[in-house]
């Protein structure tokens, strides 16, 4: 039977390296009866390997709902989601003439589970029926402690917080309590699409194959990881630690700059280099923190490990590295952010200095322009 392999995250699993890794083998997957098609549409920061996003549409913007406040989708784009929404459909109908195999990626999925309703929960089974295909969710689980410190270092990182990790943990824990609720959302999904298709890995290295998760997914939409498949070129989406991520959120707190100005310069940490603290591994939680987290989600991922994984193992591993943790007052903060503002400064001094040699062209030639005859007349005298 045609099958769809919906890959939906979670967030911070090495989504971006999956995809990366699948766009850039796509006529090798092709020749095998995969394919990862790429959207004949984009949208707005969003690359174009993540090909499910359209599936973010919500169901209120295909039946004219009012849309939840904290929906991703704005009520003025509905009747665009809407165009993407079949358009997407309609190229996953193609992608099944040629495959027996789709493959979609979109780590947002896993949190747009909680904006209720969603069109992929509620949609996307009957269009299955419809077009007669089964789905597949392969979805990757990070140990808590580490699950939500990397969310919020990606949020900083993408200048979308100025929140410290405490404040962030207290607001989640308000706004989004089940983000971590590995349980409960993988029931919700187990409820839509059938428990025997739900497929569970765990993010952790030392479990995937040959210890790559590249390989490991392979693997888990049954393809052969022997095959000649190309790695991407470089990391992808790398974290920010240490010094580089606390000037980024103190950047991010200044109600001067606009988000774009932030982003500009989040370009410039890469001046901090790796002999400082800010490439070395630290914890913004502390043993006894991070122990706390686990504790609570202890049970429910037991049941996890015992419904989906099936290998007699808990579903992560309960060893809590001692990592020195980042203290503000630390002795590389002073000579990073003096090496980060002289980045900055010397960028703007060298763009500048082009700008006055552009004006000084310009004015020349607006002078040559506005006094054409005092412009022969030079030439002539000086040969």
Same mark, same amino acid.
């Given at each position: 039977?045609?099958?769809?392999?919906?890959?939906?995250?979670?967030?911070?699993?090495?989504?971006?390296?999956?995809?990366?890794?699948?766009?850039?083998?796509?006529?090798?997957?092709?020749?095998?009866?995969?394919?990862?098609?790429?959207?004949?549409?984009?949208?707005?920061?969003?690359?174009?390997?993540?090909?499910?996003?359209?599936?973010?549409?919500?169901?209120?913007?295909?039946?004219?709902?009012?849309?939840?406040?904290?929906?991703?989708?704005?009520?003025? *784009?509905?009747?665009?989601?809407?165009?993407?929404? *079949? /358009?997407?459909?309609?190229?996953?109908?193609?992608?099944?003439?040629?495959?027996?195999?789709?493959?979609?990626?979109?780590?947002?999925?896993?949190?747009?589970?909680?904006?209720?309703?969603?069109?992929?929960?509620?949609?996307?089974?009957?269009?299955?029926?419809?077009?007669?295909?089964?789905?597949?969710?392969?979805?990757?689980?990070?140990?808590?402690?580490?699950?939500?410190?990397?969310?919020?270092?990606? $949020?900083?990182?993408? *200048?979308?917080?100025? /929140?410290?990790?405490?404040?962030?943990?207290?607001?989640?824990?308000?706004?989004?309590?089940?983000?971590?609720?590995?349980?409960?959302?993988?029931?919700?999904?187990?409820?839509?699409?059938?428990?025997?298709?739900?497929?569970?890995?765990?993010?952790?290295?030392?479990?995937?194959?040959?210890?790559?998760?590249?390989?490991?997914?392979?693997?888990?939409?049954?393809?052969?990881?022997?095959?000649?498949?190309?790695?991407?070129?470089?990391?992808?989406?790398?974290?920010?630690?240490?010094?580089?991520?606390?000037?980024? $959120?103190?950047?991010?707190?200044?109600?001067?700059?606009?988000?774009?100005?932030?982003?500009?310069?989040?370009?410039?940490?890469?001046?901090?280099?790796?002999?400082?603290?800010?490439?070395?591994?630290?914890?913004?939680?502390?043993?006894?923190?991070?122990?706390?987290?686990?504790?609570?989600?202890?049970?429910?991922?037991?049941?996890?490990? /015992?419904?989906?994984?099936?290998?007699?193992?808990?579903?992560?591993?309960?060893?809590?590295?001692?990592?020195?943790?980042?203290?503000? /007052?630390?002795?590389?903060?002073?000579?990073?952010?003096?090496?980060?503002?002289?980045?900055?400064?010397?960028?703007?001094?060298?763009?500048?200095?082009?700008?006055?040699?552009?004006?000084?062209?310009?004015?020349?030639?607006?002078?040559?322009?506005?006094?054409?005859?005092?412009?022969?007349?030079?030439?002539?005298?000086?040969?």
């Amino acid at each position: 039977m045609k099958t769809l392999y919906l890959h939906i995250g979670t967030p911070k699993t090495g989504t971006s390296s999956i995809q990366a890794f699948l766009r850039k083998n796509r006529k090798l997957l092709s020749r095998h009866g995969y394919s990862f098609p790429l959207m004949p549409f984009t949208y707005p920061g969003v690359p174009i390997q993540r090909n499910g996003h359209f599936l973010m549409v919500i169901s209120s913007s295909l039946e004219n709902r009012n849309t939840p406040s904290d929906s991703p989708t704005p009520p003025k *784009t509905n009747a665009l989601w809407k165009e993407h929404y *079949t /358009e997407g459909l309609a190229t996953l109908h193609h992608e099944f003439e040629s495959c027996d195999n789709v493959i979609l990626s979109e780590e947002r999925l896993w949190n747009a589970i909680y904006y209720d309703p969603m069109s992929f929960l509620e949609f996307l089974p009957k269009d299955a029926a419809e077009n007669s295909y089964c789905i597949k969710i392969v979805v990757y689980l990070r140990r808590q402690d580490l699950f939500l410190t990397s969310l919020w270092n990606q $949020r900083v990182k993408a *200048t979308k917080s100025g /929140e410290t990790l405490p404040e962030y943990l207290d607001n989640l824990a308000i706004q989004k309590p089940l983000y971590a609720d590995y349980e409960k959302t993988l029931q919700t999904l187990s409820d839509t699409f059938g428990k025997e298709n739900i497929i569970v890995r765990r993010f952790e290295p030392a479990s995937w194959v040959e210890h790559s998760i590249t390989k490991d997914f392979l693997d888990a939409i049954g393809m052969d990881y022997h095959l000649s498949f190309q790695p991407p070129a470089h990391t992808v989406n790398p974290s920010l630690n240490g010094n580089a991520l606390e000037i980024q $959120r103190l950047i991010n707190r200044s109600d001067l700059l606009s988000n774009s100005e932030k982003l500009n310069l989040s370009a410039y940490l890469k001046a901090i280099p790796e002999s400082t603290q800010t490439d070395r591994a630290f914890q913004h939680l502390s043993v006894e923190e991070s122990a706390a987290l686990l504790a609570h989600y202890k049970d429910g991922n037991n049941r996890v490990a /015992e419904s989906y994984l099936h290998d007699g193992f808990p579903l992560f591993s309960d060893e809590i590295k001692e990592t020195p943790m980042w203290q503000e /007052e630390n002795q590389e903060m002073l000579a990073d952010t003096m090496r980060y503002f002289l980045t900055v400064t010397h960028d703007l001094y060298i763009k500048n200095q082009e700008l006055t040699k552009e004006n000084k062209k310009l004015n020349a030639f607006r002078e040559k322009v506005k006094h054409p005859a005092r412009t022969v007349k030079n030439k002539i005298f000086k040969k």
